[in-house]
């Protein structure tokens, strides 16, 4: 019965270890990326010391220790790329990577070291550390796709560049060519139009003059056979 008792002992001692929150963290190549950690600090009686190693938290303590503080400040720094930026004294106590590295990824441990029996405060991170994506799109190109009869966009498209190129004064494209070409030309051609509107004014006079004389003669003859016929 007593090591029945013990071995029921002994089971309820390593059950009661808490559970280890996982959180993922990404950043890009060449970036600062902090990966969050914090605690409860109400008075300073709560300041505790505190790790950071890489792969997941053990039983105790922090495997591959980056860093340790008592607290207060940081009393061990195995990297100098792995810097404690928030204010420790306020619970804060989140990891830096300077200038991360696609080797920097992985699962970060952050121990949090509370008195008694299994009452760390443990959290696993999994940090991905990617290469920065780039733009190859070109802002002066405007692209159209062309759509076959059934409505379906066809395999290739077509790219259209729009240029403006500028136009100097000799370049400066000539209107359709006209009766003249120079300003000379243009004041003979204005005045043997005007002539001719004169031309035809006269014409038109002299026409109306006859017609005039025509009718007159007309009637004197008529005046003339009346005066013979009542004679």
């Not at 970036?31 to 792969?55: E, H, L």
């Not at 760390?120 to 062309?146: G, L, W």
């Not at 209107?175 to 070409?181: D, L, N, R």
């Amino acid at each position: 019965h007593l090591c029945a008792l013990c071995s029921t002992t002994m089971f309820v001692f390593l059950s009661t270890d808490p559970t280890v929150s996982q959180s993922l963290v990404k950043g890009e190549v060449g970036q600062n990326v902090t990966v969050p950690c914090f605690y409860n600090v109400k008075t300073t009686q709560d300041i505790t010391s505190m790790c950071w190693g890489r792969g997941s938290c053990p039983v105790s303590k922090c495997y591959q220790a980056i860093i340790w503080t008592d607290g207060w400040k940081v009393t061990e720094q195995y990297n100098s790329r792995y810097i404690l930026k928030g204010n420790l004294l306020m619970g804060d106590v989140s990891l830096t990577i300077v200038n991360a590295k696609e080797a920097d990824s992985g699962i970060y441990c952050c121990r949090v070291e509370i008195s008694g029996w299994f009452n760390d405060q443990t959290s696993n991170h999994n940090v991905v550390i990617e290469k920065a994506r780039t733009s190859t799109a070109s802002p002066h190109t405007y692209t159209s796709e062309q759509t076959s009869a059934h409505g379906s966009t066809s395999e290739s498209a077509f790219t259209i560049t729009r240029t403006w190129p500028s136009v100097s004064a000799s370049e400066a494209p000539q209107t359709a060519s006209g009766p003249c070409s120079s300003t000379s030309d243009c004041l003979d051609v204005t005045t043997n139009l005007q002539n001719m509107s004169v031309s035809l004014h006269s014409q038109q006079y002299s026409e109306n003059g006859l017609y005039i004389g025509i009718g007159l003669c007309a009637v004197l003859l008529a005046i003339l056979i009346l005066a013979l016929f009542l004679t």
